[in-house]
């Protein structure tokens, strides 16, 4: 995530920020430059942007409710902005702790809409393009002690969450039963959008003999496949091989699992990038596989290598920070070469993908 600056008065935002602190003008979120702006209301509960008057925007249907910033031009045939607009299900908003798990899941998801776009990849509502497009359903276990519960998947371009997920300690019990070092609501959709995103760059494509040289033949039965991991666990070399136990399941979770790991990278590395970071250990001042200047926008960086001279020093620097400060290593994993492979590959696919976004 870059990091946004008021143009009204210089003061440091957050991405999910709807007021400015310092000045106290509203803030909004404009989708095509990609900019969290300083607004000045106008009649009919419009806005333009500060010093900017050459269009006007209304706040998303969903700023009522507290889970989105971003704008909307007038005159545009929807009510909900480039995020939301991709919502199919929301859950029930009479029910007050359902709102606060949406207003978690809506923070991690227009996090996720943002790195996508910033990555110029395809991306449409199936509102849209019913059979390529990418739609979410927001579901909650209406009986949780029933042994039926909602499960996070992907199916043809339809991401499905259970809203439980935005609940810390929910989550903590899951991901100690299924024994993670890494579980957070961001991850997920992180995960199931490269499930989507492996059906509009893969399947079908060039790139699919070279994908099943990595990560092995998707044609293999996925139900066998997970009925053997959840009976018997990963293999015993699965660190060689995958960045985690879940990757060893079937090609497409290993794949779904790398790519949620480049997000990672990749978003991390703006952050960094953003705030001008760099890492210079100073007991292995020689060290050049320790250091690294953070001064190249990672979005726009097509060496690979590049990547991740600067993600292992950076990294490293994360976890000792954390580490400080009596928390678990804020990246829990090891990436071997096998996997350095496999994250290559993605990016190129990626790099090659690029597509003029609206």
Request: hydrophobic share 35%.
């Amino acid at each position: 995530m870059k990091l946004f600056k008021c143009t009204h008065c210089g003061n440091l935002l957050y991405f999910e920020n709807y007021r400015c602190e310092q000045c106290g003008y509203p803030l909004g979120f404009v989708a095509h430059s990609l900019e969290l702006r300083p607004l000045v209301p106008q009649p009919n509960d419009l806005y333009t942007v500060y010093n900017d008057d050459s269009t006007a925007y209304r706040y998303c249907a969903n700023h009522q409710y507290g889970v989105c910033n971003w704008l909307v031009a007038e005159g545009s045939q929807t009510d909900y902005c480039k995020a939301c607009t991709l919502n199919r299900t929301i859950p029930n908003l009479s029910k007050p702790e359902y709102v606060q798990r949406w207003q978690v899941v809506e923070t991690a998801k227009h996090r996720l809409v943002y790195s996508l776009r910033r990555m110029k990849l395809p991306l449409v509502s199936k509102t849209t393009d019913p059979d390529k497009g990418l739609s979410f359903d927001f579901l909650a276990d209406e009986h949780p002690n029933s042994s039926q519960r909602i499960m996070t998947g992907h199916t043809g371009g339809l991401i499905t969450l259970n809203i439980a997920e935005a609940d810390d300690i929910e989550r903590e019990m899951t991901r100690k039963a299924m024994d993670e070092p890494y579980r957070t609501v961001l991850g997920h959709f992180r995960h199931e959008v490269g499930h989507y995103y492996w059906d509009q760059l893969i399947d079908g494509s060039d790139y699919l003999d070279e994908y099943r040289q990595l990560f092995g033949d998707e044609r293999q039965d996925y139900s066998e496949a997970l009925k053997q991991h959840y009976e018997q666990g990963p293999p015993a070399n699965w660190t060689q091989a995958y960045i985690s136990a879940y990757a060893s399941t079937h090609p497409w979770e290993d794949w779904a699992e790398t790519w949620a790991h480049y997000l990672h990278i990749i978003d991390t590395l703006e952050t960094a990038y953003s705030f001008g970071l760099s890492v210079q250990p100073r007991v292995v001042k020689d060290d050049v596989l320790l250091t690294a200047e953070l001064s190249t926008d990672p979005y726009n960086l097509d060496n690979f290598e590049m990547l991740m001279s600067l993600w292992l020093p950076l990294s490293f620097a994360m976890n000792n920070i954390n580490r400080s400060m009596g928390h678990r290593d804020l990246y829990p994993f090891v990436i071997p070469p096998r996997v350095m492979e496999k994250l290559n590959f993605i990016h190129q696919v990626c790099y090659e993908a690029r597509v003029v976004l609206g």
